[in-house]
């Protein structure tokens, strides 16, 4: 079964962050992403929410807002979408995620669509 793991943390985090930390945190990303390998079938790091727009329709109009949708602490920064035997296999991967040290990793499970609604 296919689950996404989404990762949440401060965006402003990685700014006050000396580059030694930042190296450092990208071998640890590097690390999660060989040890599965295998499982992984998509993962990307998402630009801030500062370049983010908002699209809703109501009534008919479509409105956009520049952000995100919601006023948090933690911002999705990225996301890993892998394949896992079960919930507990997706959770014991999510918690190897390094942002999960200081952020947080939402772990869900993904509901295949039929290709001819835009599914694989």
Avoid: C
Avoid at 3 to 31: C, D, P, R, S
Avoid at 36 to 56: E, H, K
Wanted: aromatic share 10%.
């Amino acid at each position: 079964m296919q689950y996404l793991l989404m990762i949440y943390n401060e965006e402003e985090m990685f700014a006050t962050v000396g580059k030694e930390e930042q190296e450092a945190l990208y071998k640890q990303y590097a690390a999660f992403g060989a040890e599965f390998r295998g499982s992984i079938q998509g993962a990307n790091r998402l630009q801030p929410t500062s370049v983010a727009t908002t699209v809703r329709v109501r009534d008919g109009k479509m409105l956009t807002v520049d952000g995100p949708f919601a006023e948090t602490k933690e911002q999705l920064g990225g996301y890993y979408l892998v394949e896992a035997a079960n919930l507990d296999e997706a959770v014991a991967m999510a918690a190897k995620i390094p942002a999960a040290w200081h952020g947080s990793i939402e772990v869900r499970p993904i509901w295949a669509m039929p290709a001819a609604q835009g599914g694989n």
